[in-house]
């Protein structure tokens, strides 16, 4: 039985059914986001900017996604430690940021990484990754000793998971360099007596397959050969006495051929369930002694890559393995430049054009970088396409993912099969989908803007405290707090609004109270990578392009440093979070009184003074019912900070004061009420040297990132400046819109920098069609 959608027929047999039921409640749950980055080139000197791109989609059907609105960026050194950081802001149109590399980093390979909240629930497996190398031509570059080179590394994969004694099977091998790149050799497999029972050899990067049917009793082993003549040995992978056995071969007239096989007694049926990245595309029974036959319709399989998984009676997963299917839909990306070749300083006219399949849209959105390429910058830096369709959903690294996305031939379907058996699934756990209770998933996704999380505890016993009235401040303009009562784990959290950049946060419960101790989480994930770093190395010969691209990098900062570090300030809103108040006054426009009890009682209508037991509080009248008195005080504010010691606002010099606002009836912030709000606001918004409690937390902590703008002269629109122009990255868009027709135009111009430059593009369209292209022009230095 083959289902084409969701909803079962009375057909469907029950345990079939069931299996069904329990994934599509598991996906239900465990909604997939995947996040591609595209970086302006994968090699940088320290004194450069990290320039980027995120786009982001959901994990089935890779359409733009409106969920998470904050992605997280590490780029962590090769000891997993994260030297940068940031915040980025999400929307459907994705997200980009910059990263400046401080001198202070020392040369080698670096993981940069991206995810959002919710991706932590999964771990770092899901997060996108991506290798850079660093250089800091200012430190010595600190190579490797030379030592004993190190070994490759040799893995080996039965198809479907297991072999079983007495069942013919097939094993996947992949031999990769220490530096991940895939090893060709030839190999035998030979038995306890030195029987050669089959010959072989890798097929392509590294990987290849053989067959065997382990025999009982027998134990063998592998031996490899490269063209160097090395030799390894590795013995088979273990042989089960009972099991099951899986292989898929093609079945003719675009079928998929998937046979099972098993010793097990007593087995009655076996089920097959298939789906392309959470959609549910077969599942059907068939009887079996030892062996049975599913034929499936490649035409049903999804793009991209599917997952097979053979049940047993018992619904209990036996056997699995992946499937990949050449994407049909893939955005044809055109890059026509008016010439191929320029002078220094010239302008640079490139037309692109998008041609989306033809039931898809054509507008899209592009990222464009235009960069020198050379030994130290290549051309391989990734692209969206082979991303999407494979890379975000295999476990491992690797090599050349795009050459599977090329036009199909004999050759490149039969490296892909083979890469499917040598790479396993990463984006869940079938014990996790047919558990009858999910998984817990602390980090909720941010639907709305930035999260701050943090909790509330016993100082002496670190127990976690409920029921715990806090309250979060970014001191400033314009005013914002933040209200959160602690949950029973001692949990709270605030939204944000408009919080962008470095800032500081004030902390504090209501009064402020030393029985609690209250800290903030880092939002970032302090999950490790799996992905292993190649060395990082550097040959001598590159050395004389590493010292001129350093003189041009210094060239540049020393020329146009101001020029980069201008940011596009986001559009934010200016009013208080109470809103309009009752009452503004502005205390420059009226008398200034030495003491702030004068200005209150000779002006301010909406605040009544009141000193009881000695000590004084500040009501308002509650307009609404009145104008009688709040019974309780109302909640003072200075530049957005709780104040509960309202002696310190009365001797506080009114002069430092600019602006005092009243809100003259009950307000609320989420589910918490107050008794109207006065709240001061000093010409600065600093606090102006008011005297805060020492029980109450500051901390810096850092918003959503300011955009970077990219600087690029424009030598057509202005005259040649005699300034030197040593850049190498001529420019970067991480947002160009195409037209309702899929055209767009970008201009820019060449540098004193001669040499090949790439234009490397990237994009994808509003219904989830994605493509990339490259296009390669040179730039000739004019005679002096």
Same mark, same amino acid.
């Given at each position: 039985m083959t289902l084409s959608s969701l909803p079962l027929t009375a057909q469907t047999p029950a345990p079939a059914n069931t299996l069904v039921q329990s994934f599509d409640q598991y996906r239900r749950q465990a909604l997939q986001e995947k996040l591609f980055m595209h970086t302006d080139q994968a090699f940088y000197l320290t004194g450069e900017i990290i320039w980027f791109k995120l786009y982001y989609v959901d994990g089935a059907f890779h359409q733009p996604l409106d969920l998470s609105k904050v992605a997280y960026v590490d780029l962590l050194d090769k000891d997993g430690k994260? @030297? &940068?950081?940031?915040?980025?802001? #999400?929307s459907p149109d994705g997200g980009n940021g910059s990263l400046f590399l401080p001198a202070s980093l020392n040369s080698g390979t670096y993981l940069i990484r991206a995810y959002t909240s919710w991706m932590k629930n999964f771990g770092p497996d899901f997060f996108f990754e991506k290798p850079l190398t660093i250089v800091n031509t200012f430190k010595p570059l600190g190579l490797p000793l030379l030592t004993e080179t190190a070994s490759d590394d040799v893995q080996l994969f039965p198809e479907g998971g297991q072999l079983v004694q007495g069942l013919p099977g097939n094993v996947? %091998?992949? +031999?990769?360099?220490?530096?991940?790149?895939?090893?060709?050799?030839? /190999?035998?497999?030979?038995?306890?007596?030195?029987?050669?029972?089959?010959?072989?050899?890798?097929?392509?990067?590294?990987?290849?397959? !053989?067959?065997?049917?382990?025999?009982?009793?027998?134990?063998?082993?592998?031996?490899?050969?490269?063209?160097?003549?090395?030799?390894?040995?590795?013995?088979?992978?273990?042989?089960?006495?009972?099991?099951?056995?899986?292989?898929?071969?093609?079945? /003719?007239?675009?079928?998929?051929?998937?046979?099972v096989a098993t010793n097990v007694d007593g087995a009655s049926a076996v089920y097959l369930f298939a789906h392309t990245r959470h959609d549910i595309k077969v599942a059907d029974m068939k009887p079996i002694q030892r062996e049975t036959t599913f034929l499936l319709d490649r035409n049903v399989l999804g793009d991209g890559i599917s997952h097979l998984t053979i049940f047993d009676a018992n619904q209990k997963p036996v056997c699995e393995r992946l499937y990949f299917k050449r994407p049909a839909q893939q955005l044809a990306i055109s890059l026509t430049s008016d010439q191929r070749q320029y002078t220094s300083r010239s302008a640079v006219k490139l037309d692109v054009s998008v041609q989306a399949p033809v039931t898809k849209t054509?507008?899209?959105?592009?990222?464009?970088?235009?960069?020198?390429?050379?030994? #130290?910058?290549?051309?391989?830096?990734?692209?969206?396409?082979?991303?999407?369709?494979?890379?975000?959903?295999?476990?491992?690294?690797?090599?050349?993912?795009?050459?599977?996305?090329?036009?199909?031939?004999?050759?490149?379907?039969?490296? @892909?099969?083979? &890469?499917?058996l040598t790479h396993g699934w990463?984006?869940?756990?079938?014990?996790?989908?047919?558990?009858?209770?999910?998984p817990a998933r602390p980090f909720i996704p941010e639907y709305n803007r930035l999260l701050v999380q943090g909790r509330v505890t016993n100082p002496t016993s670190g127990a976690p405290v409920s029921d715990v009235l806090t309250y979060l401040t970014p001191p400033g303009k314009p005013v914002r707090l933040y209200a959160s009562r602690s949950n029973s784990a001692g949990q709270i959290q605030f939204e944000l609004e408009d919080y962008y950049g470095p800032k500081n946060l004030i902390l504090q419960t209501n009064p402020p109270d030393s029985l609690y101790n =209250?800290?903030?989480?880092?939002?970032?994930?302090?999950? *490790?990578?799996? $992905?292993?770093?190649?060395?990082?190395?550097?040959?001598?010969?590159?050395?004389?392009?590493?010292?001129?691209?350093s003189v041009a990098m210094q060239v540049q900062s020393t020329y146009t440093g101001e020029q980069v570090s201008q940011?596009? =300030?986001?559009?934010?809103?200016?009013?208080?979070?109470?809103?309009?108040?009752?009452?503004?006054?502005? =205390?420059?426009?009226?008398?200034? %009184?030495?003491?702030?009890?004068?200005? =209150?009682?000779?002006?301010?209508?909406?605040?009544?003074? *009141?000193?009881?037991?000695?000590?004084f509080r500040l009501f308002v009248p509650n307009i609404p019912y009145g104008a009688?008195? !709040?019974?309780?005080?109302?909640?003072?504010?200075?530049?957005?900070?709780?104040?509960?010691?309202?002696?310190?606002?009365?001797? %506080?010099?009114?002069?430092?004061?600019?602006?005092?606002?009243?809100?003259?009836?009950?307000? !609320?912030?989420?589910?918490?009420?107050?008794?109207?709000? +006065?709240?001061?606001?000093?010409?600065?918004?600093?606090?102006?040297? !008011?005297?805060?409690?020492?029980?109450?937390?500051?901390?810096?902590?850092? /918003?959503?990132?300011?955009?970077?703008?990219?600087?690029?002269?424009?030598?057509?629109?202005? @005259?040649?400046?005699?300034?030197?122009?040593?850049?190498?990255?001529?420019?970067?868009?991480?947002?160009?819109?195409?037209?309702?027709?899929?055209?767009?135009?970008?201009?820019?111009?060449?540098?004193?920098?001669?040499?090949?430059?790439?234009?490397?593009?990237?994009?994808? $369209?509003?219904?989830?069609?994605?493509?990339?292209?490259?296009?390669?022009?040179?730039?000739?230095?004019?005679?002096?």
């Amino acid at each position: 039985m083959t289902l084409s959608s969701l909803p079962l027929t009375a057909q469907t047999p029950a345990p079939a059914n069931t299996l069904v039921q329990s994934f599509d409640q598991y996906r239900r749950q465990a909604l997939q986001e995947k996040l591609f980055m595209h970086t302006d080139q994968a090699f940088y000197l320290t004194g450069e900017i990290i320039w980027f791109k995120l786009y982001y989609v959901d994990g089935a059907f890779h359409q733009p996604l409106d969920l998470s609105k904050v992605a997280y960026v590490d780029l962590l050194d090769k000891d997993g430690k994260p @030297a &940068l950081q940031a915040k980025i802001a #999400l929307s459907p149109d994705g997200g980009n940021g910059s990263l400046f590399l401080p001198a202070s980093l020392n040369s080698g390979t670096y993981l940069i990484r991206a995810y959002t909240s919710w991706m932590k629930n999964f771990g770092p497996d899901f997060f996108f990754e991506k290798p850079l190398t660093i250089v800091n031509t200012f430190k010595p570059l600190g190579l490797p000793l030379l030592t004993e080179t190190a070994s490759d590394d040799v893995q080996l994969f039965p198809e479907g998971g297991q072999l079983v004694q007495g069942l013919p099977g097939n094993v996947a %091998f992949k +031999i990769t360099n220490p530096s991940g790149r895939g090893v060709a050799v030839r /190999g035998w497999l030979l038995t306890d007596k030195n029987d050669t029972l089959t010959l072989f050899q890798t097929h392509k990067f590294g990987i290849g397959t !053989f067959a065997v049917t382990p025999q009982a009793n027998v134990s063998y082993r592998i031996v490899f050969q490269d063209e160097k003549g090395t030799i390894r040995t590795r013995p088979l992978p273990a042989v089960q006495a009972r099991g099951y056995t899986m292989h898929v071969a093609d079945g /003719g007239t675009n079928q998929l051929k998937v046979t099972v096989a098993t010793n097990v007694d007593g087995a009655s049926a076996v089920y097959l369930f298939a789906h392309t990245r959470h959609d549910i595309k077969v599942a059907d029974m068939k009887p079996i002694q030892r062996e049975t036959t599913f034929l499936l319709d490649r035409n049903v399989l999804g793009d991209g890559i599917s997952h097979l998984t053979i049940f047993d009676a018992n619904q209990k997963p036996v056997c699995e393995r992946l499937y990949f299917k050449r994407p049909a839909q893939q955005l044809a990306i055109s890059l026509t430049s008016d010439q191929r070749q320029y002078t220094s300083r010239s302008a640079v006219k490139l037309d692109v054009s998008v041609q989306a399949p033809v039931t898809k849209t054509s507008q899209a959105g592009l990222s464009v970088a235009v960069y020198r390429v050379d030994s #130290l910058a290549t051309t391989d830096s990734g692209n969206i396409l082979s991303y999407l369709w494979m890379t975000s959903d295999l476990r491992g690294a690797i090599e050349s993912p795009a050459y599977y996305l090329q036009p199909e031939t004999p050759e490149q379907l039969q490296a @892909a099969d083979n &890469l499917m058996l040598t790479h396993g699934w990463r984006r869940f756990r079938w014990n996790e989908v047919l558990s009858t209770s999910q998984p817990a998933r602390p980090f909720i996704p941010e639907y709305n803007r930035l999260l701050v999380q943090g909790r509330v505890t016993n100082p002496t016993s670190g127990a976690p405290v409920s029921d715990v009235l806090t309250y979060l401040t970014p001191p400033g303009k314009p005013v914002r707090l933040y209200a959160s009562r602690s949950n029973s784990a001692g949990q709270i959290q605030f939204e944000l609004e408009d919080y962008y950049g470095p800032k500081n946060l004030i902390l504090q419960t209501n009064p402020p109270d030393s029985l609690y101790n =209250l800290t903030i989480a880092t939002p970032f994930s302090a999950s *490790r990578s799996s $992905t292993r770093l190649a060395d990082f190395s550097l040959p001598e010969s590159q050395a004389d392009l590493l010292v001129r691209r350093s003189v041009a990098m210094q060239v540049q900062s020393t020329y146009t440093g101001e020029q980069v570090s201008q940011y596009r =300030l986001p559009t934010v809103d200016s009013t208080a979070f109470y809103g309009t108040p009752s009452e503004s006054y502005l =205390l420059d426009i009226y008398t200034r %009184f030495p003491r702030m009890e004068e200005v =209150l009682r000779e002006y301010v209508r909406g605040v009544m003074p *009141r000193k009881r037991q000695g000590s004084f509080r500040l009501f308002v009248p509650n307009i609404p019912y009145g104008a009688t008195l !709040f019974d309780e005080p109302s909640l003072v504010l200075m530049d957005g900070v709780p104040i509960f010691d309202m002696d310190k606002v009365i001797d %506080f010099s009114p002069l430092k004061i600019k602006q005092l606002d009243v809100v003259t009836n009950q307000h !609320f912030i989420g589910a918490n009420p107050f008794s109207g709000i +006065i709240s001061f606001m000093t010409y600065k918004g600093d606090l102006a040297g !008011f005297p805060l409690t020492n029980k109450l937390v500051k901390l810096d902590y850092d /918003g959503l990132q300011l955009q970077r703008e990219f600087y690029t002269p424009r030598y057509d629109r202005t @005259a040649t400046s005699r300034l030197p122009d040593a850049r190498t990255l001529l420019y970067w868009n991480p947002d160009l819109k195409t037209d309702a027709q899929g055209k767009a135009q970008i201009n820019f111009s060449t540098s004193d920098q001669g040499g090949t430059y790439l234009i490397d593009v990237n994009g994808l $369209t509003t219904q989830g069609v994605a493509g990339s292209q490259q296009l390669i022009f040179t730039v000739k230095n004019q005679p002096k």
